[in-house]
């Protein structure tokens, strides 16, 4: 068995989550390749990549930056020392002066987190490392070379036992460094797993818990243990971002279960990422209920709607333009009503309503506001009989008023709309009737 383990920044801000980290690594020896975070903020100072970025601004435009870099090596330095490793942080610091002096491209400087924190435990643990620019490589547009990438990977890292990988960045095809995306460094850590072929792949953090409900209505709401790929991609939707879309769909490709934990447990009560629930696992059909507030409904009537051609072409052209992303459309024999989020509608809602009348010469348009989504989460709700009495009645017995539903094509969702001064009471009564039956 082979099991890939990424650490996050929040594991490695200190020496006792690394410690702690670690001991889990060297309990189960199919733990065979770690991949390692930059340390991340504490006590609301900056995490070291901040640290990082802040001294290439500052070197760029012609400033001293050394109280940051003076934090950069106590930080690390703190480190080395409380776990008890021989670890030349002098010469790494003395390097980074030498980089940013040089001009180093901002993603070369802030991948120096990664690659450092890489070097420390591999040396603690007393293995390999590994630098992501030989193993991760991107084309000339900044997309990743996936067939150059997993081929070149499969070969360097089978010859190794074990291995340690710096996480967030790989090489262009020029050879300077290019980053992933803030907080993206779970991507070096899916295609090390597939490039291995695991059987797992770990994603470790301080706290690692993924609840059932809005937490911030429902106090202590259950703990999810297990879900689909395609429900956790739903479950990011709705804001419940445990890990990315991509990094989830690099995993389903290759068939690679996730599992979402926590150092404080030792990963006892993690989430597990499958392509199907474990043999003898069962749960409700529904397995989250959440939502956010703050939408618009906008409806547009016209007589015969459905009968004309490139209606709908041209009306989220008009979005389109506008740069207002639509969350759901509702249609109707005479209407079409979109969703939209308050925030990017509002900047340009005159204009966008103006020209939606004018190029499509509707009979009406009206705007509702304060609108809240629930989405209701789960694989196979449909094919359960009764799932929309449940839902239903004890939001009509609550005297909710449901002013919108979207049954999602996927099988995975049912979005309710109610109002925003409903939303605590319906995702309280949904979850009281749904999750806890």
């Known amino acids: 068995m082979i099991i890939v383990s990424k650490f996050g920044g929040s594991v490695t801000s200190n020496v006792e989550g690394i410690k702690r980290a670690m001991e889990i690594v060297k309990s189960d020896p199919s733990r065979r390749y770690v ?19 802040m001294c290439h601004s500052a070197s760029a435009r012609g400033e001293e930056c050394n109280e940051l870099i003076a934090k950069i090596s106590e930080c690390y330095g703190n480190i080395a020392d409380g776990l008890g490793i021989k670890f030349d942080v002098d010469g790494e610091i003395t390097g980074l002066k030498k980089d940013l002096a040089s001009g180093k491209s901002l993603d070369y ?34 997309t990743l070379n996936a067939a150059k990438t997993f081929s070149t990977a499969k070969a360097k890292l089978g010859l190794l ?41 770990e994603k470790w953090s ?7 409900a809005d937490p911030s209505v429902i106090p202590n709401p259950q703990v999810i243990r297990h879900i689909t790929y395609e429900e956790a991609v739903e479950l990011n939707y709705v804001g419940i971002n445990a890990i990315r879309d991509s990094v989830i769909f690099m995993l389903k490709e290759a068939g690679i279960p996730l599992k ?38 906008i409806h547009i009537s016209k007589y015969g ?47 966008l309503l103006e020209e939606v009348k004018q190029v499509l010469e509707t009979d009406s348009i009206t705007v509702e ?9 789960g694989h196979g709700m449909k094919n359960v009989p009764g799932t929309f009495e449940s839902l239903f009645y004890p939001l009509a017995k609550e005297k909710i008023n449901v002013r919108m539903i979207d049954e999602g094509a996927d099988d995975l969702n049912i979005i309710i709309g109610v109002s925003d001064s409903d939303y605590n009471k319906a995702v309280q009564t949904l979850y009281d009737y749904v999750i806890l039956k």
């Open 305 to 351: 709607t459905n009968k004309l051609y490139g209606f709908g072409e041209k009306l989220f052209g008009l979005f389109s333009k506008y740069h207002v992303p639509c969350e759901h459309c509702l249609s109707g024999i005479h209407k079409i009503s979109v969703v939209v989020k308050s925030q990017a509608f509002i900047l340009h809602h005159r204009q």
């Open 109 to 142: 400087i802030g991948s120096r987190g990664e690659y450092i924190m890489g070097k420390i435990l591999a040396e603690y643990l007393g293995w390999e490392f590994v630098d992501p620019s030989e193993l991760i490589f991107f084309n000339s547009d900044g």
């Open 35 to 53: 991949i390692a975070s930059a340390p991340g903020a504490v006590s609301g100072d900056p995490g070291i990549t901040d640290l990082l970025f």
């Open 161 to 201: 036992n074990n291995a340690v990988i710096p996480g967030f960045y790989g090489s262009m095809p020029d050879g300077s460094i290019k980053t992933f995306p803030r907080g993206d460094g779970d991507s070096s850590g899916a295609i090390v797993a597939r490039s291995v072929n695991a059987d797992l792949f």
């Open 369 to 377: 506001n304060n609108l809240s989504l629930i989405a209701v989460i």
């Open 260 to 297: 979402i934990c926590s150092i404080r447990d030792g990963g006892d009560a993690g989430m597990m990422v499958s392509a199907e629930l474990p043999e003898g696992v069962s749960r409700n059909a529904a397995v989250c209920i959440t939502g956010r507030r703050n939408y618009y409904i």
């Open 206 to 212: 301080e706290t690692a818990k993924t609840y059932s």
